[in-house]
């Protein structure tokens, strides 16, 4: 299976703390995209990072990639009670035109 | 930003039955969509892709014949799950990739559409 893996599978914080979610991958991409998902809903996207790029910033957001170790992370900092959700990386595989989604974490922010 | 939505988004059907599911770019012309499919907790998992006047393309183990995929127009591809029965309960998630070029790129996903088989 192409399909990547997340971890932790679930993270529990409290507000204000930060969240690092990991997201490991095994092929060659063009790019790795973070989403998020609140339960029962289609996906938003919140953030891409090209193959070239090492580090991208978006608001509370941060990601970082490493295609020598082929993983990424997000962090999200200042976490808030609405950022619970579940939160995806989706590989975009070099060679093919599609996205393959990791395992997923599902984070918990309690107020 | 990009708009996709997904039509019904809830639906129950009995055992035998057909479901079509529509999925609409409302505001831009995708040449390519995507279907995929969801179980409770889990990942999305790619089912097919969907071009504008060709045949889908689909994903190793999955049944072109029991999910019928039709990607008429620009902005409409229909996935239809042929004689369901209780195990395609699922959520079904589409999305839309706008045309460009060199890679996938963000796709725009549809709200999903929650399908119960009894």
């Known amino acids: 299976s192409q399909q990547g893996e997340e971890d932790p599978q679930a993270l529990s914080i409290q507000e204000g703390e930060n969240a690092t979610m990991n997201c490991s991958y095994k092929t060659s991409i063009n790019n790795l995209q973070w989403y998020r998902q609140n339960s029962g809903r289609g996906l938003v996207h919140l953030i891409l990072?090209?193959?070239?790029?090492r580090e991208k910033h978006s608001g509370r957001l941060r990601v970082t990639l490493d295609t020598s170790k082929k993983s990424s992370s997000l962090l999200i900092t200042a976490s808030r009670a609405a950022d619970t959700a579940s939160y995806f990386c989706a590989t975009d595989l070099a060679g093919f035109q599609k996205l393959v989604f990791g395992t997923g974490t599902r984070l918990l922010v309690s107020p | 930003g990009a708009v996709v939505s997904q039509h019904p988004s809830r639906v129950i059907c009995k055992s035998g039955t057909s479901v079509k599911i529509e999925c609409r770019s409302l505001d831009f012309q995708a040449t390519t969509m995507f279907w995929y499919r969801q179980f409770p907790k889990k990942s999305l998992m790619l089912m097919a892709t969907?071009?504008?006047?060709?045949?889908?393309?689909?994903e190793q183990g999955v049944e072109k014949d029991k999910f019928l995929i039709n990607h008429a127009s620009l902005t409409l591809s229909t996935l239809t799950v042929t004689s369901a029965h209780p195990e395609d309960s699922s959520f079904y998630i589409c999305?839309?990739?706008?045309?460009?070029?060199?890679?996938?790129?963000?796709?725009?996903f549809g709200p999903g559409t929650r399908l119960t088989v009894l």
């Open positions: 990072i090209r193959s070239n790029e």
């Open positions: 969907s071009n504008e006047g060709s045949k889908a393309t689909y």
């Open positions: 999305s839309a990739d706008p045309p460009r070029a060199g890679g996938t790129d963000t796709q725009y």
